[in-house]
C-alpha cells in the first residue's frame, strides 16, 4: 500500500508542477508533509536543501530521498518513477506526433518561427552570465570588471571555437586558472 501512496503522491507532483522545481516545492510539501505525515516541516526543509544541492530536477531528487526515507531502495524506484512518468508519456507524445507529421509544412513552419525565439533565450541567458562573470553585481560598471573572468571567456571562446578543445577541460583549466589567479594576485599587489 506504501508504494501504491508513494507513486500516486508523486505521480501528481509530475504532473501538476508546472514551471520547475520551486513550483514544485509546495506540492511536494502538501503531498509529504500534510496528506502524508512522511516529514516533518523540519525534515522537509532539510529535503529541499539536500535536493538543491544534489544534481538533477528538485521534484525527482525529492521523491528519491523520499522514497527511501519510507521505504528503502524500492520506494525511491517507485515514487521516482512517479514523479518522472508524466513526463515520459508527455515527450513520447510529443516524439510520436512529431515524428508522423514531421513533412507537414505547417508544423516545419511552427518550428521555424521557434528556433530564432530558441536562440534569443539562450543568448539572453548567456549575455546574463557574461554579465554576472564580468561586473560586479553591486555597481556595474566599466571600472568594476573582472580583468580574471573577460581573459577566462576570452580564453575559453578561443580555445572553444579555433582549436576545438574539450569544453570539460576548458571549463576546469578556466577554474584552476581563476582559482590560482584571484588567490596570488592580492598577494602580490597587495
Known amino acids: 500500500?506504501?508504494?501504491?501512496?508513494?507513486?500516486?503522491?508523486?505521480?501528481?507532483?509530475?504532473?501538476?508542477?508546472?514551471?520547475?522545481?520551486?513550483?514544485?516545492?509546495?506540492?511536494?510539501?502538501?503531498?509529504?508533509?500534510?496528506?502524508?505525515?512522511?516529514?516533518?516541516?523540519?525534515?522537509?526543509?532539510?529535503?529541499?536543501t539536500i535536493a538543491e544541492m544534489t544534481p538533477g530536477p528538485i521534484a525527482v531528487n525529492s521523491a528519491t530521498f523520499v522514497g527511501i526515507r519510507i521505504a528503502g531502495v524500492p520506494g525511491a524506484i517507485i515514487a521516482t518513477l512517479g514523479c518522472i512518468t508524466p513526463a515520459l508519456i508527455l515527450v513520447s507524445l510529443l516524439a510520436y506526433i512529431y515524428k508522423k507529421y514531421k513533412d507537414i509544412s505547417l508544423l516545419q513552419n511552427v518550428l521555424a518561427c521557434l528556433r530564432p525565439v530558441v536562440v534569443a533565450l539562450i543568448f539572453g541567458a548567456g549575455l546574463s552570465i557574461l554579465a554576472m562573470v564580468l561586473f560586479d553585481?553591486?555597481?556595474?560598471?566599466?571600472?568594476?570588471?573582472?580583468?580574471?573572468?573577460?581573459?577566462?571567456?576570452?580564453?575559453?571562446?578561443?580555445?572553444?571555437?579555433?582549436?576545438?578543445?574539450?569544453?570539460?577541460?576548458?571549463?576546469?583549466?578556466?577554474?584552476?586558472?581563476?582559482?590560482?589567479?584571484?588567490l596570488a594576485l592580492p598577494a602580490v599587489l597587495g
Open 137 to 182: 553585481e553591486a555597481a556595474p560598471a566599466l571600472g568594476n570588471v573582472d580583468w580574471i573572468g573577460a581573459c577566462s571567456f576570452a580564453a575559453a571562446f578561443i580555445v572553444l571555437r579555433k582549436f576545438k578543445w574539450n569544453p570539460i577541460l576548458t571549463m576546469c583549466l578556466c577554474g584552476a586558472a581563476g582559482l590560482a589567479l584571484n
Open 1 to 48: 500500500m506504501i508504494y501504491l501512496q508513494l507513486f500516486l503522491s508523486f505521480l501528481q507532483v509530475g504532473l501538476f508542477s508546472v514551471g520547475g522545481g520551486y513550483a514544485a516545492m509546495p506540492l511536494i510539501q502538501s503531498q509529504v508533509v500534510e496528506l502524508h505525515p512522511w516529514l516533518t516541516l523540519q525534515e522537509f526543509t532539510d529535503l529541499i
